[in-house]
T-cell receptor
Framework: DAKTTQPPSMDCAEGRAANLPCNHSTISGNEYVYWYRQIHSQGPQYIIHGLKNNETNEMASLIITEDRKSSTLILPHATLRDTAVYYCIVRLSSGSARQLTFGSGTQLTVLP | GAGVSQSPSNKVTEKGKDVELRCDPISGHTALYWYRQSLGQGLEFLIYFQGNSAPDKSGLPSDRFSAERTGGSVSTLTIQRTQQEDSAVYLC????????????FGEGSRLTVL
């Protein structure tokens, strides 16, 4: 699986958009980009995933560059409850028994 | 149940004792994962079960660690002769087998080895 690079920490004002970047320059054509987050003392929570096209759901938007070498997770109106570690992961879509590999993620702190 | 259930939520044990951690995945999920998360660290993959296939044990840190999954459902992670460095949160996750499916995590079992 391709490796991802994320900034270790970011701050965001409450009510503003939080834009979390992720570099995955070695991503291959059949790898998906996944985002999870982990609120303190809880298990990780799935947010969104995509392959090529931008995606949006009730939690966030995922913007993937045309060359797929990077992506941005957007929380449109961050709240204090969005304070968490955000993990960007790339995953093979081959169906073989592959585990997700979580890096260190980005600690997002939403400030009041 | 509605989500992935793990027990116990907290376990304190003495060095050298054996411990068993249980994971009850979401019904219908054939893929099951165990991860370990030490304080302030990212998730470390331990083992992966998919249906009746042989498990991927490549992440188990030593032969003191083992896991089984009975009947394709409940899984037990066993740590023998626990050491202080085994102290961590042990997280279980399950998913459908489809390649692009997300993982659903439990709340974890916090293990403290004194």
């Amino acid at each position: 699986d391709a490796k991802t690079t994320q900034p270790p920490s970011m701050d965001c004002a409450e009510g503003r958009a939080a834009n979390l970047p992720c570099n995955h320059s070695t991503i291959s054509g059949n790898e998906y980009v996944y985002w999870y987050r982990q609120i303190h003392s809880q298990g990780p929570q799935y947010i969104i995933h995509g392959l090529k096209n931008n995606e949006t759901n009730e939690m966030a938007s995922l913007i993937i560059t045309e060359d797929r070498k990077s992506s941005t997770l957007i929380l449109p109106h961050a709240t204090l409850r969005d304070t968490a570690v955000y993990y960007c992961i790339v995953r093979l879509s081959s169906g073989s028994a592959r585990q997700l590999t979580f890096g260190s993620g980005t600690q997002l702190t939403v400030l009041p | 149940g509605a989500g992935v259930s793990q027990s116990p939520s907290n376990k304190v044990t003495e060095k050298g004792k054996d411990v068993e951690l249980r994971c009850d995945p979401i019904s219908g999920h054939t893929a099951l994962y165990w991860y370990r998360q030490s304080l302030g660290q990212g998730l470390e993959f331990l083992i992966y079960f998919q249906g009746n296939s042989a498990p991927d044990k490549s992440g188990l840190p030593s032969d003191r660690f083992s896991a089984e999954r009975t009947g394709g459902s409940v899984s037990t992670l066993t740590i023998q002769r626990t050491q202080q460095e085994d102290s961590a949160v042990y997280l279980c996750a399950s998913s459908y087998p489809s390649t692009s499916r997300e993982l659903f995590f439990g709340e974890g079992s916090r293990l403290t080895v004194l």
